[in-house]
């Protein structure tokens, strides 16, 4: 298997087609590795991310394996600073997550919804209040987390690893995880006040890519973007990235980038035939799952590997020079706010817009 995968990964990458366009490889982007995840033993197999909008510095990981908690360490990876329990049994089988943004407070969101097999049909979303992170006084946090259940409108049982929230409208996204075949995206507005009714989700448009991969070793055609593992929206709602990974063949890994449109909703940009553009940076990771904004101008992955400890990667474009004050320094990004239907920036100097500029 090793020998097979190191095979399949000298290859370039396949072109993506999308809606029988070939895609143009987005070339902006830069990756680097800025940490490892040397704390395995509290951890094992990462399938969720998320960057910190109360405590900057530091991402919220999530496992499919543990038991269920989740922790924070910063983007070198090597030192847990804190670890939140849960004063309730939640669903196993745990495979992304994602943070936002509700009525000026900071949530996490948790896909409880793996299910491989797609024999189980028990499928919620977890959120609770994220919680601040002080590693020296408050190592351990418990809070007590609520859950949205949901049906898919079909009626059938479906597999998903994919979790996103847009700070915008205010709505979830949820990507469903198929092999050899077009992946799904469904969505449902997030309230505080759906309680223990179970909701049905929205069908919102198969995903468009398909690969002229040909055919794999069992004879099934490679048949669009499958095997979606891990999805996010930028803090402001403008950019989208949704990525995949295919252990069997190593080179058929993407992350997608979707931008979107002036008044359009995420549901919108998906749908549209504007094509989307796959990151020419991204090199394959096994088990690769996790992947998380922290702004319009930097993002990280890392992988579900319990082989080993996995690398944290960093990824950049080049900052505008009014959004440059703002995202790095003494402008630190603290939280984001909705007000006035603006979603903006909180820090310890005030409020700024998307682009940088003081709120007065």
Same mark, same amino acid.
């Given at each position: 298997?090793?020998?097979?995968?190191? @095979?399949?990964?000298?290859?370039?990458?396949?072109?993506?087609?999308?809606?029988?366009?070939?895609?143009?490889?987005?070339? /902006?982007? !830069?990756?680097?590795?800025?940490?490892?995840?040397?704390?395995?033993?509290?951890?094992?197999?990462?399938?969720?991310?998320?960057?910190?909008?109360?405590?900057?510095?530091?991402?919220?990981?999530? =496992?499919? /394996?543990?038991?269920?908690?989740?922790?924070?360490?910063?983007?070198?990876?090597?030192?847990?600073?804190?670890?939140?329990?849960?004063?309730?049994?939640?669903?196993?089988? +745990?495979? &992304?997550?994602?943070?936002? *943004?509700?009525?000026?407070?900071?949530?996490?969101?948790?896909?409880?919804?793996?299910?491989?097999?797609?024999?189980?049909? %028990?499928?919620?979303?977890?959120?609770?209040?994220?919680? @601040?992170?002080?590693? *020296?006084?408050?190592?351990?946090?418990?809070?007590?987390?609520?859950?949205?259940?949901?049906?898919?409108?079909?009626?059938?049982?479906?597999? =998903?690893?994919?979790?996103?929230?847009?700070?915008?409208?205010? *709505?979830?996204?949820?990507?469903?995880?198929?092999?050899?075949? *077009?992946?799904?995206?469904?969505?449902?507005?997030?309230?505080?006040?759906?309680?223990? %009714?179970?909701?049905?989700?929205?069908?919102?448009?198969?995903?468009?890519?398909? $690969? &002229?991969?040909?055919?794999?070793?069992?004879? !099934?055609?490679?048949?669009?973007?499958?095997?979606?593992?891990?999805?996010?929206? $930028?803090?402001?709602?403008?950019?989208?990235?949704?990525?995949?990974?295919?252990?069997?063949?190593?080179?058929?890994?993407?992350?997608?980038?979707?931008?979107?449109? /002036?008044?359009?909703?995420?549901? /919108?940009?998906?749908?549209?035939?504007?094509?989307?553009?796959?990151?020419?940076?991204?090199?394959?990771? +096994?088990?690769?799952?996790?992947?998380?904004?922290?702004?319009?101008?930097?993002?990280?992955?890392?992988?579900?590997?319990?082989?080993?400890?996995?690398?944290?990667?960093?990824?950049?474009?080049?900052?505008?020079?009014?959004? %440059?004050?703002?995202?790095?320094?003494?402008?630190?990004?603290?939280?984001?706010?909705?007000?006035?239907?603006?979603?903006?920036?909180?820090? @310890?100097?005030?409020?700024?817009?998307?682009?940088?500029?003081?709120? %007065?």
């Amino acid at each position: 298997m090793a020998a097979l995968l190191w @095979a399949a990964a000298a290859y370039a990458a396949p072109a993506l087609v999308y809606y029988g366009d070939t895609l143009e490889w987005n070339t /902006e982007w !830069k990756r680097s590795q800025c940490g490892t995840l040397d704390i395995k033993e509290n951890i094992i197999e990462v399938s969720g991310i998320a960057c910190s909008r109360v405590t900057p510095g530091y991402i919220w990981m999530q =496992s499919d /394996e543990t038991e269920k908690y989740i922790i924070a360490t910063t983007d070198k990876g090597d030192k847990r600073a804190c670890k939140v329990k849960f004063t309730k049994t939640i669903r196993w089988d +745990w495979e &992304d997550m994602s943070g936002g *943004v509700y009525n000026d407070t900071n949530y996490l969101f948790i896909g409880a919804f793996g299910d491989n097999e797609e024999t189980d049909g %028990e499928y919620s979303v977890v959120y609770f209040q994220e919680p @601040a992170i002080d590693p *020296v006084n408050t190592p351990e946090i418990t809070v007590t987390p609520q859950r949205i259940k949901y049906v898919y409108p079909d009626g059938k049982k479906h597999n =998903s690893e994919a979790l996103m929230y847009d700070n915008v409208d205010q *709505v979830i996204y949820i990507i469903t995880k198929v092999y050899y075949n *077009v992946c799904q995206v469904f969505s449902m507005p997030f309230r505080l006040d759906y309680g223990d %009714e179970t909701q049905t989700l929205t069908y919102v448009c198969d995903l468009g890519v398909r $690969s &002229d991969l040909g055919e794999h070793s069992q004879n !099934k055609p490679y048949k669009g973007f499958h095997l979606v593992t891990g999805a996010d929206i $930028s803090p402001d709602g403008k950019y989208i990235l949704i990525k995949n990974h295919n252990n069997i063949v190593a080179a058929y890994s993407w992350i997608l980038l979707f931008t979107r449109g /002036e008044g359009e909703s995420v549901a /919108e940009t998906l749908q549209r035939e504007r094509h989307p553009e796959p990151l020419k940076c991204y090199n394959y990771e +096994w088990q690769g799952e996790a992947i998380c904004w922290l702004n319009n101008y930097t993002f990280y992955t890392t992988s579900d590997a319990d082989d080993g400890n996995p690398p944290i990667y960093i990824y950049r474009k080049p900052y505008p020079e009014a959004v %440059e004050t703002v995202a790095d320094g003494k402008q630190a990004l603290a939280s984001k706010v909705l007000s006035d239907g603006r979603l903006l920036i909180r820090n @310890a100097s005030g409020l700024y817009t998307l682009d940088g500029r003081k709120v %007065e």
